[in-house]
Structure formats: C-alpha cells, structure tokens
C-alpha cells in the first residue's frame, strides 16, 4: 500500500511539473560592443535577451498581464531562469552563475490562439578580446501542442565572439526581430520571410536551421533542443535572405521554427565571426464557413522590413494601419513585439474598412532595435507580420543589410538596366524609391531616343534642302506622300491610282532597249521548242515507216 501511495504521488509530481513547466514560446540572444573600436585588452558588450512565455502559465501572478502591464515595464519573473556560458567558457570571464532570464516586459497578448507575455532586457559586461563562447538559456519545457517537440526541453544558444575582425573592429552580431506566433492557413503554400540586420554594413548575414548536432555545429553545444526541425520536412530555407517555404498539414497546431543567423565578413568567408538564435511559433488555421475570404492587411507608410532611424530620447509615435476587405470584417486585436518602453494605444475605426493603432515610444538604448505587428480580424484571420527596424542613434539606413537605403536602391535599378546584378539584391529596392527610380531612368532613356531620332530627322530634311535637284525633290515627295497615306492623313484618289497605272504600263513600253535581252532570250526559247519539237515529229516517222 505504501509503495502503491509513494508510486502515486511520483506521477502527480510529474504531471504538476510537466504542465506547470510547460511554459516556453521561443526567443532572441544578440550582442553588441558599446565601441566597436580597439582601445585595450577589454570591451564593454551590451548583450540583448528576448524571450516569449504563457501568458496563463499557473506559476505567473493572477490576474494575468495587461497593457498596464506593459506600460509599468513589470519583470516576468521565472524562477531559475539563467543564461549560462556553455562552451569553450575558459577564453572569458562570463559570470560563472550566467546572466539573469527575467524579463521586462513589452508585450502581452491575450489573444486565445496566442496567448503571450514577452519581455526583453540588457547587460553590460565588460570581457577580455580573448572571448569566443556559446551562452544560451537551456531548460524545460515547450508546450503540448506542437507538431514536433511537444513537451520537450528548450535550448537557445549563441556565440559571443570578440575576436578582432579582418578590418579591424570589434564585430557586432546580427539582429533580427519576429512576432511570437504567425498565422497560415492549412494546406497553403508559405513564403515567410525572418529579418535580419547587422550594424557592420558590409557583412554578409545568412541563417541556417539550428542544430542538435553538438559535435559539429558552431556552436559545439545543441542549439534547439526538442524543437530542431520542427516544421514539416518538405520545408526549404533560403539561408542569404532567411526566406522559408512551407505547407503547414495539420490545423490548430502549432509549429516551432529555430534558426541561427550568422554573420560573415565576406562572401569567401568559410567560418561565420558570430550566431545569434531565433525561435518562434507559426500556427496553422483552418477558415470557418461563410467567412471574409481576403485576410486583413496592414498598409501605410512604411513598407515592411524596413529601417528607420530615431534619435535618442525623442518621443516616436508610429501608426499602424490594417486594412479589411468584407463587410463584418473588424480588427479585433493586434499582435506585437516591441522593444522596452513602447506602449499601444487601443484600436480605433476611423472609417468602415480601416483600423488604428498608434504605438508611443521614447528610445533610450542606442542600436537596432526591432518592432513588429499583425493584424487579427473576428473571425481570427490574421494579416502577413510587418516588421520595421528602428536605429536608434543612427541617422543614415544604409548600415541595415537588405533594407532600404537611396543608393543601393539607384544602383540597383540602374544594373538591372544593364543586364549586370545579383538576384538578392533585388530585394533592397524599396516600396517607394524602387518604382520612382526605375521611373526616373525609363524617362531619362525615353528623352535620349527621341533627342538622337529627332536630331537624325532633322539633318536629313536640312540636307534635303540644302541639296534640292529634281531627283531629291521628287524622292521627297514620294516619301512624304506614302507617309502620309501611311497614317492615314491623306487618301489616295481614283486619278492617282489611275495616274499609278499609267506609270507601271509605260515603264513596260516606253523603253524597249531596255527589254530588248529579255525579249531575245524569249524568241531564241521559241526557236528551240519549234526545233525540238519538228525533230521528235522526224523520229516518229522514221520509226513508223521502218
């Protein structure tokens, strides 16, 4: 009896943890020097942390998070939550207990399908150049629902490396930004594109899937824990724009989708300088009956994946706009992830088909810093995620790869022109500059055509009357008559058709001297016929008399 009671209480133990710690929705680590120039043997890192959980795990405070919430930057507190140095950890002085996992918060959704509350923060350590480490946040568990991993641990790693760059310079690790969950029907073919930026301009950025595979992947620990290949298996990732192709089998699951973005000085580079790990959910819909056929979109100034720059400590305001396309068909909730700081104004109706809501943030961490939404109308159809980087501090985009930036647009509309680019570049035209561009320079090709047509029609007619004779004169009129006809301006009248007639018969009869070889080559083709025709008469007779 006592060990069928001691049995007992072991597997309610292990029920309690296994739905109490099934609480994890993915998450961010990158990196960056506050100077990413040498001056010792030492640097200040500012290391950025980002993590998504149940908004309505049991072991979180009720009444669950708000936008009060956000707006009062509550921590998240999650007990025994570190991010640990896990490898190769001798080359630094990484805090031996790790950093701390709480969170502030930035955003909570209570969406039912969502259902998150997401915070980040910020540590400055000062390390020796010597650092070349795998940190990550490793512990259990994700959540029941998934298509691959249910329940099973987490584990998201990065490479903080500070050794000097070819050029010099202490390296910056990309960035990247995602909303917790994204929204695709069921049985729909999916491109999904994950944002990348670097503030080292000319680095070359791809992602790849994160790996369990500790003893060769960079990272030399496993980077994804139960969720490593968690989409379906005919999913193909682009690695130089993170652009992933899907079908998602299963409705109201969800899916985990873990990637490192790694940075490479150059295109010949063969080993990436850092890592950074992104992992999120995409959940897979199937449409009610009788609903809005068009899912809701957003649309306004900024084109999606775009950057920004913002000053330190100036207030921004930025609205965003959903658009929806049947009647009935109301916004009912906007998914976000935000930096710190940033609040969200409830949703407004200006007009039947629009909705709004303005987001107030004042930055007081320099960088690039990532904000993203989407849309979700009544009948829980979502919009496509619009994502925008905001670099605080910056003045110029040019230093976000594949975003939008004057020059690298104009030089790359004006290379497609001339047959010499690379495909991926396709993508740093932006909404706006990209059609005005390629506008411009059609214009500009139009105008230089028709200058060098009209200047070659010009000097033609100016030699024509310059060197008037009765030949040059009647080639004129000839021309300007059948272009006329041609056109239509002028038609053609019985006498000059008849006056045509006249021409074509004399031009037979009026100089025979000039038919005279033809006329020979006719009589001497007679002769012979005759000829031929009397001897073949002759051998007839003969045969017969014989």
Not at 374 to 392: E, R
Not at 414 to 431: R, V
Not at 478 to 494: A, E, H, N, P, V
């Amino acid at each position: 009896m006592e060990s069928i009671l001691c049995l007992t209480l072991f597997i309610l133990c292990t029920l309690c943890s296994v739905i109490n710690g099934s609480h994890f929705r993915g998450g961010i680590i990158s990196w960056r020097p506050i100077n990413n120039t040498v001056t010792g043997t030492t640097t200040q890192i500012l290391v950025h942390q980002r993590y998504s959980w149940a908004r309505n795990w049991p072991s979180f405070p009720s009444p669950y998070c708000t936008e009060v919430t956000v707006a009062a930057q509550t921590p998240i507190a999650v007990s025994g939550a570190y991010t640990t140095c896990l490898a190769n950890c001798s080359s630094s002085n990484y805090p031996s207990g790790g950093l701390s996992a709480n969170m502030i918060t930035t955003d909570c959704d209570a969406n039912p399908i969502i259902q998150t509350w997401t915070g980040e923060r910020y540590d400055t350590l000062t390390m020796p150049l010597t650092t070349s480490i795998t940190i990550g946040y490793q512990s259990t568990a994700w959540f029941a629902s998934l298509y691959i991993g249910a329940n099973d641990p987490w584990s998201i790693v990065g490479r903080l490396n500070l050794a000097l760059r070819p050029d010099g310079y202490i390296n910056s690790s990309p960035v990247t930004t995602t909303l917790p969950v994204v929204f695709y029907q069921r049985n729909v073919s999916v491109v999904h594109v994950v944002q990348m930026a670097d503030n080292d301009a000319t680095d070359i950025l791809i992602c790849r899937w994160s790996s369990s595979a500790a003893g060769t992947n960079y990272n030399r620990v496993d980077e994804c824990g139960g969720i490593c290949l968690g989409l379906p298996v005919s999913t193909v990732l682009i690695g130089f724009n993170c652009t992933l192709s899907f079908t998602l089998p299963t409705a109201n699951l969800y899916y985990a989708c873990a990637l490192q973005i790694e940075d490479y000085f150059s295109i010949t580079s063969t080993t990436p300088m850092s890592s950074v790990p992104v992992q999120f959910l995409f959940y897979a819909y199937s449409p009610s009956a009788g609903v809005c056929a068009q899912r809701p979109s957003i649309i306004g100034v900024r084109p999606n994946r775009a950057c920004i720059g913002v000053p330190v400590g100036v207030q921004l305001n930025e609205t965003v706009i959903a658009q929806t396309y049947c009647p009935g068909q109301t916004i009912v909730d906007f998914v976000t992830t935000s930096p710190i700081g940033m609040t969200h104004s409830a949703i407004s109706n200006p007009s039947s088909d629009i909705w709004v809501m303005t987001v107030t943030w004042t930055p007081s961490q320099s960088g690039s810093q990532g904000f993203c939404a989407g849309a979700i109308d009544i009948n829980s159809l979502p919009s496509d995620p619009w994502c925008v980087t905001y670099l605080v501090g910056f003045i110029s985009p040019e230093l976000i790869q594949s975003s939008a930036s004057p020059v690298d647009t104009a030089r790359m509309l004006f290379e497609i022109m001339l047959m010499k680019f690379d495909a991926h570049e396709l993508s740093e035209a932006s909404a706006f500059l990209g059609p005005f561009c390629f506008s411009l320079f059609i214009i500009l090709v139009i105008f230089i055509c028709m200058s060098m047509f009209l200047s070659i029609i010009n000097d033609s007619f100016r030699l024509a009357r310059e060197n008037v004779d009765p030949h040059n004169q009647q080639i004129f009129s000839f021309m300007s008559k059948k272009f006329q006809r041609w056109t239509g301006l002028q038609r053609i009248t019985d006498e000059e058709i008849q006056e045509e007639r006249d021409t074509i018969m004399r031009s037979e009869y009026l100089h025979p001297i000039e038919n005279f070889p033809e006329k020979i080559d006719q009589f001497l083709d007679a002769i012979n016929r005759l000829y031929m025709s009397q001897r073949m008469e002759r051998e007839r007779l003969k045969e017969i008399t014989i």
